[in-house]
């Protein structure tokens, strides 16, 4: 039996974000990257108030919105603050699906956003913020655009309209239908998975005992620093994974992403895995409710720009 008990704590909202194209709008063709950086730029601009002030130099870096969301700092009086100076960030950018990069004026195009556990107390600052994105413009030329619709995902997994002044229904693992299943279960991979083993890009199916713990461990991580539980290690270390579980069939192929990094001034890779992988094994429903979660959380890293996306098809 899997015992992780701080995935009841983990709660998240996504709210769904239609734009309309006021320009000509040239994006790319992984959006992730472009939204990211215009939300950004546009909330910190929003909130910030000491703008010439490194966010690592700010005394305000633990309390500022901007900084909860895009820096995630941990505090210096953490005991693992040495190992883990950032925590997962509490926000995943989604770029709604679909391969068109060049919108013409009229045009509708957004993304999803999931915030998780604390960050949600600022839903209401950030529907500010998309209201301002369009000013500043996006993609190539900068093109601007309008908000049109803002819609929040509900417990029966149905996008309705998101009310400005009333807070929205969080969604948690006792909220959610967690599927049933025997000893088979599907994963569609469908944005690149990035997992590290010993340091080099995981380029084939992971095994399940390899997928389930590093999931495991960012949920954790998110459920302490964004959710108020415990520290999760102990829990963690006691995980009993399934060595029965095997890769049954594998699907999988390396999907090569790259954007590039204004703050870095460079090209950066997000190669990562797309495909199915289908697992087989005794114990396998026990992992379901850690599997549903992540499938609304991703997992790996480069999250927050959406990678790491998968589905879960049952048989």
Sequence with gaps: MVNLSFIESITFVRVRIIFEALEPIVLPVYKGSAFRGCFGETFRNEVCTHRRVLCENCRERFECPFSLLFNSYVQEEHPHQRKYSKSPHPYIIDPLPGDKTEFAIGDTFGFDLTLIGRVIDHLPLLTRTFDRMGDRGIGKGRGRFRP????????????????RYAPPQRLGISSIDVKQIENLVVLQLDNPLRLRENGDLLRTAPEFLFFAGRLAYRLGLIAHFHCGTPWPEPELLALDLPKSVRIKESKVQIADWRRYSGTQDTKMNFDGLTGQ??????????????LTLGSFLHAGSTATFGLGKYSIISK
Excluded: A, F, K
């Excluded at 992988?277 to 850690?290: A, H, K, Q, R, V």
């Design 277 to 290: 992988i289908t697992y087989e094994g005794e114990g396998l429903n026990d992992w379901m409710p850690l």
């Design 148 to 163: 049109v619709d803002l819609q929040v995902l509900s417990s029966d997994l149905e996008y309705i309209p998101l009310h």
